[in-house]
């Protein structure tokens, strides 16, 4: 860890990668936090099974509004982590396209469809928030 | 700005079938599937539905339907897999001691099991009645 603090920060920070940088980190910081949400809610779902007193505790947490902000960011991580993946693949698929004119333009079409995507679904969501929140349901 | 015009030159060059380049083709077939997959459920479960229109008895609901339980079970094996497989392939630019490598595999290879098989317990079980 301590390695990773001094050595990938500073030139990640110092590496004016621009949009490609930016969907690099963004890519794996996403996948990383939608894993971690994944585990919790892999093993909060089994507890139907194993343990159904506990399921309604798990919800409940799920409930509160610091929970429901980062649901919200959650859904961002996941649009965007689709949309970027599918660039990926597709350039992946037909590397011949996988040049200095295409992929700054590839890149910023990805960040337009996933906030298309995720400003209604944001809307929604934090509307419902608002609504369990100030209103109380 | 021209000198970055580089245009690659396209060659075909045989892959050798190895753990890791069949991991590198999972990624990329498990992530096509997963964007119809994932965000179905989390349009439907995330945002129509929300988390205050969802307990025990929504559970039990959704799971009667046959459907919906090999949805969840795809959606189990393919979401962990690929997101087990990505970590691992983050851990691996960090990693590069043959021994070390071998350990994260193992530890993720395990941590995967466990979880899917936990999860996939729940699915084939159902809903408990408390």
């Known amino acids: 860890m301590k390695r990773f603090f001094d050595i990938v920060l500073p030139a990640a920070l110092r590496y004016r990668g621009k949009g490609g940088q930016v969907s690099f980190l963004l890519h794996r910081i996403s996948g990383l936090g939608v894993l971690v949400f994944l585990t919790i809610h892999i093993l909060d779902t089994a507890t139907v099974y ?24 959650l859904v961002f991580m996941v649009f965007f982590h689709g949309v970027n993946g599918l660039r990926l ?7 011949a396209y996988w040049e200095a004119r295409y992929v700054p333009r590839s890149q910023f079409w990805v960040f337009v469809i996933s906030l298309l995507l995720w400003l209604p679904a944001a809307f929604i969501m934090g509307r419902n928030l608002l609504v369990y929140t100030i209103l109380g349901g | 700005m021209t000198a970055t ?19 590198w ?23 129509l539905v929300g988390v205050h229109k969802i307990d025990l008895d929504y559970v039990a609901l959704r799971w009667a339907t046959l459907g919906w339980r090999v949805y969840d079970i795809l959606l189990l094996a393919f979401t962990f ?35 899917t098989l936990i999860g996939a317990m729940a699915i084939v079980g159902g809903v408990t009645q408390p």
Request: no cysteine; hydrophobic share 50%.
């Open chain 1, 89 to 95: 693949i597709i350039f992946d698929l037909a590397p």
């Open chain 1, 50 to 73: 194993f343990i159904p007193e506990l399921y309604q505790e798990a919800i409940n947490l799920y409930r509160n509004p610091f929970f429901q902000v980062g649901e919200i960011i």
């Open chain 2, 25 to 47: 083709l999972f990624m990329r077939y498990s992530g096509i599937l997963l964007i119809p997959l994932v965000y179905i459920h989390v349009i439907i479960q995330d945002v």
């Open chain 2, 81 to 115: 897999a690929h997101g087990v497989n990505g970590l691992r392939n983050v851990l691996l630019d960090y990693v590069s001691q043959p021994s070390k490598v071998r350990l994260v595999n193992w530890v993720l290879l395990l941590f995967w099991l466990v979880v």
């Open chain 2, 5 to 23: 015009e580089l245009k690659p030159q396209v060659r075909r060059v045989p892959a050798r079938r190895s753990f890791e380049s069949l991991s």
